[in-house]
């Protein structure tokens, strides 16, 4: 380029011949700077030589690389990593003693790490502790409560959310004070105004399960399910991602209406929440247009809670040491060869019988069956 600028063309035309900015070309030229061409440091070299006057000395980055060697064979502790060789030269009386994170770059940039990263997997699909749910051929709702809120006065709040998977229909309701009977009539109304999904989540609370102290006991809101032919299921205690999705929306609520205004009464807070919903359901159109459809609500359909059970009810549980867990106030031995893991029961009302399989984070898809147990429901009277 500068050979052709010195014969009499134009920069432009050099610009053009060899498809570069105009900008490099009149670089290159006062880089030349009138000299012989075969005299001209062609060499992109900074000023002041490669290495930053700031840099460790070569010296040593080498004694660093020859204590980790050391240490890595002879040190009684087994440690080699970059505190034990900032102790090392501390030991040594080194002046000028490099940072821990310099150490570390220098063994980085010299190649003296053992190269054992984190794998970083992808996460498993959504619902994916339910092969239809992750298959997004049905719909998933999950509901929960936010407890211990309160209204200067001393007013008390209790707010029932609720969130669709993949959809992100929400819903919120505000009371004082909730129960069982309440929520089933919220349920009710949801759904008959949006449909029924295939499957709805809770956590154990006793409104949404039924009263722990006795064995067998299914509550309102699990006949209400399954009535519907919905399947209620019942996240793990003291587990993380199951919940994700509503737990989310509980932020977010919490948020967008609780923590952003001062509400004077019940109904501010209410109406508030009602506009929030309103809002996040019209963003969350697009996504609704693409999730799994739902049912339709029933014709002249009433609930009768002392109708018999049928349909399933679905437990994630994680089993003890000993392959051990507790299920509706019984204990059953699953896998003994299974500690401490992830469990699906299928509680099969129609069949008479409980069907546990493996469930794994890292293998999503694979969730094999391990064992089936008979299970008779109790045919008692629900107290009403």
């Known amino acids: 380029m500068v050979a052709a600028v010195r014969r009499g063309r134009s920069l432009r035309d050099v610009q053009r011949e060899f498809h570069v900015s105009l900008a490099t070309v009149q670089y290159w030229v006062r880089r030349a700077c009138g000299q012989r061409l075969d005299r001209v440091v062609w060499s992109d070299t900074p000023r002041?030589?490669?290495?930053?006057?700031?840099?460790?000395?070569?010296?040593?980055?080498?004694?660093?690389?020859?204590?980790?060697?050391?240490?890595?064979?002879?040190s009684d502790l087994g440690e080699f990593g970059a505190a034990a060789i900032h102790r090392a030269l501390q030991e040594r009386g080194i002046k000028r003693i490099?940072?821990?994170?310099?150490?570390?770059?220098i063994l980085l940039r010299r190649g003296a790490l053992d190269g054992r990263r984190r794998v970083r997997r992808p996460p498993p699909p959504k619902g994916w502790y339910l092969p239809r749910v992750a298959a997004r051929q049905v719909e998933?709702?999950?509901?929960?409560?936010?407890?211990?809120?309160?209204?200067?006065?001393?007013?008390?709040?209790?707010?029932?959310?609720?969130?669709?998977?993949?959809?992100?229909?929400?819903?919120?309701?505000?009371?004082?004070?909730?129960t069982a009977k309440f929520t089933v009539e919220m349920l009710i109304q949801h759904w008959r105004k949006h449909g029924l999904p295939g499957y709805v989540q809770f956590d154990n609370d006793t409104i949404f399960q039924g009263a722990h102290q006795w064995p067998d006991s299914f509550g309102r809101v699990t006949r209400l399910c399954l009535q519907l032919d919905v399947t209620p299921v019942f996240a793990p205690p003291r587990e993380t991602g199951f919940q994700a999705a509503i737990e989310n929306y509980n932020g977010r609520w919490q948020d967008k209406v609780w923590r952003r205004f001062q509400h004077e009464n019940l109904a501010a807070l209410a109406d508030c929440s009602r506009r929030f919903v309103d809002a996040a359901r019209r963003r969350a159109a697009p996504r609704l247009d693409s999730a799994p459809q739902r049912r339709a609500f029933p014709h002249d359909?009433?609930?009768?809670?002392?109708?018999?059970?049928?349909?399933?009810?679905?437990?994630?549980?994680?089993?003890?040491?000993?392959?051990?867990l507790e299920l509706l106030g019984h204990r059953y031995l699953v896998d003994s060869l299974w500690p401490h893991r992830l469990v699906r029961a299928e509680v099969d009302l129609s069949r008479k019988q409980i069907r546990f399989y493996r469930l794994r984070r890292r293998e999503p898809s694979h969730q094999p069956f391990i064992i089936s147990v008979p299970y008779q429901t109790p045919n008692k009277r629900f107290k009403e």
């Open 98 to 105: 490099p940072s821990l994170r310099t150490i570390g770059r």
């Open 140 to 178: 998933l709702d999950s509901f929960d409560f936010v407890e211990g809120l309160v209204i200067r006065g001393g007013t008390d709040v209790m707010v029932l959310n609720g969130i669709s998977l993949h959809g992100g229909l929400c819903a919120s309701w505000v009371k004082s004070a909730w």
């Open 48 to 74: 002041g030589g490669r290495r930053a006057a700031c840099a460790t000395p070569s010296h040593l980055e080498n004694l660093v690389l020859r204590l980790r060697k050391q240490l890595k064979e002879s």
């Open 301 to 324: 359909w009433t609930l009768n809670l002392q109708r018999p059970l049928r349909g399933m009810v679905i437990f994630l549980r994680r089993t003890n040491e000993r392959g051990e």
